[in-house]
């Protein structure tokens, strides 16, 4: 089958976009595993930020996270933070990502996270048994890596400027929606 992105395509923010964009299912009609294959962490953790775009354009929290199979370079699952577009405390990227793959072994993955994971999310990563994750935000929040590296899952920093950027100017539009999503309803009450 012929696909749009293969080994002759260049890595573009388009192609990323476009990746972002379509259902995981369908990615294999989109690029083939020559494109897959020379597919990098920053380009990963580019994909990811798309989707925390996506997220904040639908006026939710920019968060987005991709997985991917560790011996072949395919996207397997990938989310964004739908906290407010689908009114549900716990669908945050990460938890997307993990839903959208299915049940897999975990273990062969490495799930890429725009800003660093919560409590909630972090926890779900080493139950499940992933062998890395790559974090692109560790600038507006941080505090899990420990965590989860003490659970021998292997943490890696890679930040994303603008996804550094967005996640900032989400805070200060919507701080009450932030602490939403870190901390519940409980905790904007609380503080106002």
């Not at 987005?64 to 407010?84: C, M, P, R």
């Not at 993990?98 to 139950?127: E, H, K, N």
């Not at 602490?179 to 309803?185: I, M, N, P, S, V």
């Amino acid at each position: 089958m012929k696909t749009l992105l293969d080994k002759h395509t260049a890595k573009t923010e388009q192609a990323f976009r476009a990746i972002a964009h379509m259902a995981t299912a369908s990615l294999p009609a989109l690029m083939d595993d020559d494109f897959s294959s020379r597919l990098t962490d920053a380009d990963f953790m580019r994909i990811a930020v798309l989707l925390a775009q996506k997220s904040y354009d639908e006026g939710g929290c920019p968060i987005g996270a991709v997985i991917v199979n560790n011996s072949t370079n395919q996207i397997v699952g990938k989310g964004h933070n739908t906290l407010t577009q689908e009114n549900h405390p716990y669908n945050h990227g990460e938890t997307s990502a993990i839903r959208d793959a299915g049940r897999l072994d975990f273990s062969q993955t490495t799930i890429y996270t725009s800003l660093s994971p919560c409590v909630v999310c972090a926890t779900l990563v080493y139950m499940r048994g992933f062998s890395r994750v790559v974090v692109g935000d560790i600038t507006n929040a941080s505090g899990t890596e420990a965590l989860l590296q003490e659970k021998g899952v292997q943490v890696d920093i890679l930040e994303d400027q603008q996804g550094i950027e967005i996640y900032a100017r989400f805070r200060a539009e919507k701080p009450e929606q932030d602490l939403e999503d870190w901390q519940g309803l409980s905790a904007v009450y609380k503080n106002t």
